[in-house]
């Protein structure tokens, strides 16, 4: 699973989820206590008589391309930005940026704006095989989840929700942003979506995203380094709009426009589940700044978090070892090549967001509701509930037996849990999620699920803080997948 760019998932997300309007322009976003975070100097500068709009000189934060911060700037997207406007937007942007991140731009930041059919189609042709391995892999990994049926491919629900929504995106690969618009001769930028990826670029800047401590090895470690990069760029853009509501700034106005084109719904337990760097990465960040200011923030980029579980909870508690042998039989056999031997870690943000989607089909699991109960102002949705929360670690052994439109599939699912209490939460909420689909039990720690997406059989057992949840087609091929002992 890789990202969904921001600006999109922004937008989308508390349209679909929450049945709101598209944020940022519309109203004020919190922000904490004081202005000025680049320097006392520029902070008694704001706004003072007599601000000498002269270029330095030298480059220093809060100027950039000729731009000031505060500095007023001729921009009218009403009939599209031209060629200067944007040059001068996206300079002030960038000045503004640095005002507030108090990280420096080496060099200047291209924008390419490109047109919605052209980066739908180049995101198909990249598309992973329906066919392929990982894709095989990946798929029981959210069915695992009971996200995603067996008649859903996740590679194409993920591209479907890009393809249709994501309206900019930062490519470091390239150093420049990407604008994506029905509209290319005429282009039209949301303050939200330049200002999130320009400090996407800043942050490439000075700490190289393309290096491999931002590629995670699982789901959520993926996920939970999302969680400082994405969680950074929403913390400034939130730092932003206050401004701009307040009156403080003078910003550039965004004419009514159609978001994203017609294209399938999204899975909403697929857009929840990544959506949660972006949600809860501005709170982890903005802890880290009230311990250290914006060097504690710089230097979490050296060592990113490990898991979901310490952006959701603000922690530095380290997941617990989980070793696994593999003991299946009569032709069941891992993916070896996938993920961390075979495995992947789905971690607390996916476990909740298998809660919360189930719920919302009628499972008894947690009140749906609860995802908007926020403590933070920095919050978007409040990904903590008892069945997840308490975890210790986890990996999902995807497994198939055969190959083609033959193979057989299942998994074995092991999860870890601070307490007996924490382990005996999330399985119940497990068992709920069994009844909920139909499930019937077939001895004290077998369900089988006849009809639907999800019709398999299930073994779930728990042994102190450990629940071990075994998959397969029917009761007989789950001392298969994994015999009892």
């Known amino acids: 699973m890789r990202r969904l760019q921001a600006s999109s998932l922004l937008v989308v ?20 206590a004081g202005a000025g975070d680049a320097g006392d100097e520029q902070a008694d500068a704001n706004g003072a008589d007599g601000f000498d709009f002269a270029d330095p000189a030298s480059d220093r934060l809060g100027w950039e391309s000729g731009y000031w911060y505060n500095e007023s700037i001729d921009v009218n997207q009403s009939d599209g930005l031209s060629d200067a406007e944007l040059d001068a937007f996206v300079g002030r942007s960038m000045a503004r940026v640095e005002y507030i991140r108090g990280l420096e731009f080496e060099s200047e930041v291209p924008v390419e704006v490109i047109a919605r059919s052209e980066y739908r189609n180049g995101s198909a042709e990249v598309a992973t095989p329906a066919e392929s391995d990982f894709s095989a892999w990946n798929n029981q990994v959210w069915e695992a989840l009971f996200i995603a049926g067996e008649d859903t491919n996740v590679q194409q629900a993920l591209s479907d929700t890009q393809g249709s929504s994501v309206v900019g995106f930062y490519a470091p690969s390239d150093d420049e942003i990407k604008v994506i618009t029905e509209t290319p001769d005429s282009p039209v930028l949301r303050n939200s979506t330049l200002v999130h990826e320009l400090v996407h670029a800043a942050q490439d800047q000075q700490f190289d995203l393309t290096r491999e401590r931002y590629r995670g090895e699982t789901q959520d470690g993926d996920l939970a380094i999302d969680g400082l990069v994405e969680g950074d760029a929403n913390y400034v853009e939130s730092e932003y709009a206050q401004r701009c509501a307040s009156g403080e700034w003078e910003c550039v106005s965004t004419p009514s426009q159609r978001g994203g084109s017609d294209g399938p719904p999204p899975n909403l337990g697929i857009l929840l589940t990544v959506f949660q760097p972006y949600s809860d990465g501005p709170v982890y960040v903005s802890w880290l700044k009230e311990d250290g200011g914006w060097e504690a923030v710089n230097d979490a980029f050296d060592s990113p978090p490990v898991s979901t579980e310490q952006v ?54 947690i009140n749906p509701r609860g995802l908007f109960e926020t403590d933070s102002p920095y919050d978007t949705y409040n990904y903590a509930a008892d069945p997840s929360a308490g975890w210790a670690n986890d990996r999902v052994f995807p497994y198939h037996k055969g190959s083609g439109a033959d193979a057989e599939y299942g998994y074995v699912w092991v999860t870890e849990w601070d307490t007996e209490q924490d382990a005996r939460e999330f399985l119940e909420a497990y068992r709920a999620i069994l009844r909920a689909q139909g499930g019937s039990q077939q001895a004290t720690d077998v369900w089988v699920v006849s009809e639907g997406p999800y019709a398999d059989a299930f073994r779930v057992t728990r042994q102190g803080t450990r629940v071990v949840v075994v998959n397969a087609p029917t009761a007989e091929d789950l001392e298969d997948v994994r015999p009892r002992g």
Not at 20 to 27: E, L
Request: aromatic share 10%; with cysteine.
């Open 13 to 32: 997300a508390l349209v679909v989820l929450a049945g709101c309007a598209a944020p940022f322009a519309d109203g004020p976003l919190p922000a904490d």
């Open 312 to 365: 959701i909870h603000a922690t530095d508690e380290e997941p617990v070892p989980i070793e696994f042998r593999d003991r299946a039989r009569n032709g069941w056999e891992l993916y070896p090549d996938q993920g961390v031997d075979g495995s992947d870690t789905v971690g607390e943000a996916s476990i909740f967001a298998m809660f919360w989607s189930q719920a919302r089909s009628g499972a008894e699991t």
